[in-house]
């Protein structure tokens, strides 16, 4: 399916009443075409929200690169799940007691993160939003590391290079940009890994992705762009920002597109795995659509009720990822309620650390502010370190 509007099609001459005429026939054209969010042609989906294995005609040829899924690894994705959405609720939390400046929940898209952070190699390189707190959990960053940043005692919180997991990038889109620059690396140093890039269904709108994707595209390079189509962009939603479905626009680049079910972790692990093999066997970039939601806030300092429906959240509410899996291992025996109250248990345990850690989180020492500004020192940054430092010094011996 296309979704091409007339705008798209015919160039216009600008000028006056004609450029607005078009621009409200373009907007027409978009309502009238304009896909409901669940509906759209192509959905690779492996579990339907009630739980089920399925193998539509989109999905067939992705459900080989699960075939190997054991149950201990539906169990396994269902712990990663569950211990995600913990920690994020509980840094929610602490960011409502004071004790973080900011959060950005992930709630909702933990299958998307799950499915995706699991399909990757240890020798393989993360490009994240400020997002994505599952695939840091898959990455093997402890979760207390996540919230330095965001209680304001770091600028960061862990070395990159220790997890293959690039810092959390707050500009939005860029990190494509630095994805397909360490891709295109990666390809020059002959290596068999692969990178992803995260972002948004709002970040596709900024120039820095067009480049990444041409980029990427001309130079082949073992780049995997996973967008986490989450319907809003802030306030903002996807009907705002495109008018074809965001996968098809690879297509346009030379790559190709697929769009997943991202509340599906098993569909997610598939196609990410898909997509990650074509990167290694030098097929070059590829473009995850994860069709997910937002469930909360986008960050906590943000009022999602200002802008959009309840029921439209009531809706994806039926779809939850971790539901669903839930749904598919009782209903195969997969685990039983002494799995589930074992996990219960867990999620309380790492709850508690989280809080314990972030609360006994030291104030930073004041001069680290110069540190890791350049890698070998810049004159500037001792000027300006020697500045300050007499600077504190003068309150020395003062009231
Ligand atoms: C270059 C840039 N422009 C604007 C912003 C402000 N901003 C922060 S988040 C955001 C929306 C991002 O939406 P999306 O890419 O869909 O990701 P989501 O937050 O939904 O995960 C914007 C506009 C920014 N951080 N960087």
Not at 162 to 187: D, E, K, P, R
Not at 245 to 273: E, H, K, M, S, W
Not at 326 to 354: I, M, N, Q, Y
Request: with cysteine.
């Amino acid at each position: 399916m296309t979704v091409e509007s007339t705008a798209a099609r015919k160039p216009r001459r600008s000028s006056g009443t004609k450029r607005a005429a078009g621009a409200e026939s373009a907007r027409k054209t978009a309502a009238a075409t304009a896909q409901p969010h669940d509906a759209e042609p192509q959905l690779v989906q492996l579990l339907t929200p009630e739980g089920e294995r399925v193998e539509s005609a989109d999905s067939a040829r992705f459900a080989p690169y699960v075939a190997d899924i054991t149950t201990e690894d539906l169990r396994g994705l269902y712990r990663d799940m569950v211990l995600t959405r913990r920690f994020d609720g509980e840094a929610t939390a602490l960011q409502r007691q004071g004790e973080l400046g900011l959060w950005a929940s992930l709630l909702g898209q933990e299958a998307a993160q799950i499915g995706s952070g699991r399909a990757l190699r240890d020798d393989d390189y993360v490009f994240p939003t400020y997002r994505e707190h599952g695939v840091a959990w898959c990455r093997g960053v402890d979760p207390t590391n996540l919230l330095g940043m965001f209680r304001g005692v770091n600028h960061g919180g862990w070395d990159p290079n220790t997890n293959n997991f690039h810092l959390y990038t707050i500009v939005i889109g860029s990190q494509t940009l630095h994805a397909t620059g360490y891709a295109m690396g990666v390809a020059k140093d002959g290596a068999d890994s692969a990178v992803i890039a995260y972002f948004g269904d709002g970040a596709s709108s900024q120039g820095d992705v067009a480049e990444a994707f041409t980029f990427s595209a001309v130079y082949n390079s073992p780049v995997v762009f996973f967008c986490q189509n989450n319907q809003w962009a802030i306030s903002e939603p996807t009907e705002r920002q495109m008018r074809v479905p965001l996968y098809q626009r690879a297509q346009g680049f030379g790559f190709p597109g697929v769009r997943v079910d991202g509340n599906d972790v098993l569909a997610c692990l598939a196609v990410t795995r898909w997509a990650l093999e074509r990167a290694r066997n030098g097929e070059g970039p590829t473009l995850v659509e994860a069709f997910t939601y937002r469930m909360g806030a986008h960050t906590t300092s943000d009022d999602p009720t200002k802008y959009r429906r309840d029921e439209e959240t009531a809706a994806w509410e039926a779809k939850d990822p971790i539901l669903r899996l839930k749904a598919h291992l009782l209903a195969t025996g997969g685990a039983d309620e002494a799995f589930f109250a074992r996990l219960e248990e867990e999620s309380e345990t790492l709850g508690k650390r989280v809080r314990e850690v972030v609360r006994a989180m030291p104030d930073p020492d004041t001069m680290a502010i110069f540190e890791n500004v350049y890698a070998d020192g810049h004159a500037l940054v001792d000027e300006e370190r020697a500045q300050f430092a007499a600077y504190l010094a003068s309150f020395e011996g003062g009231e």
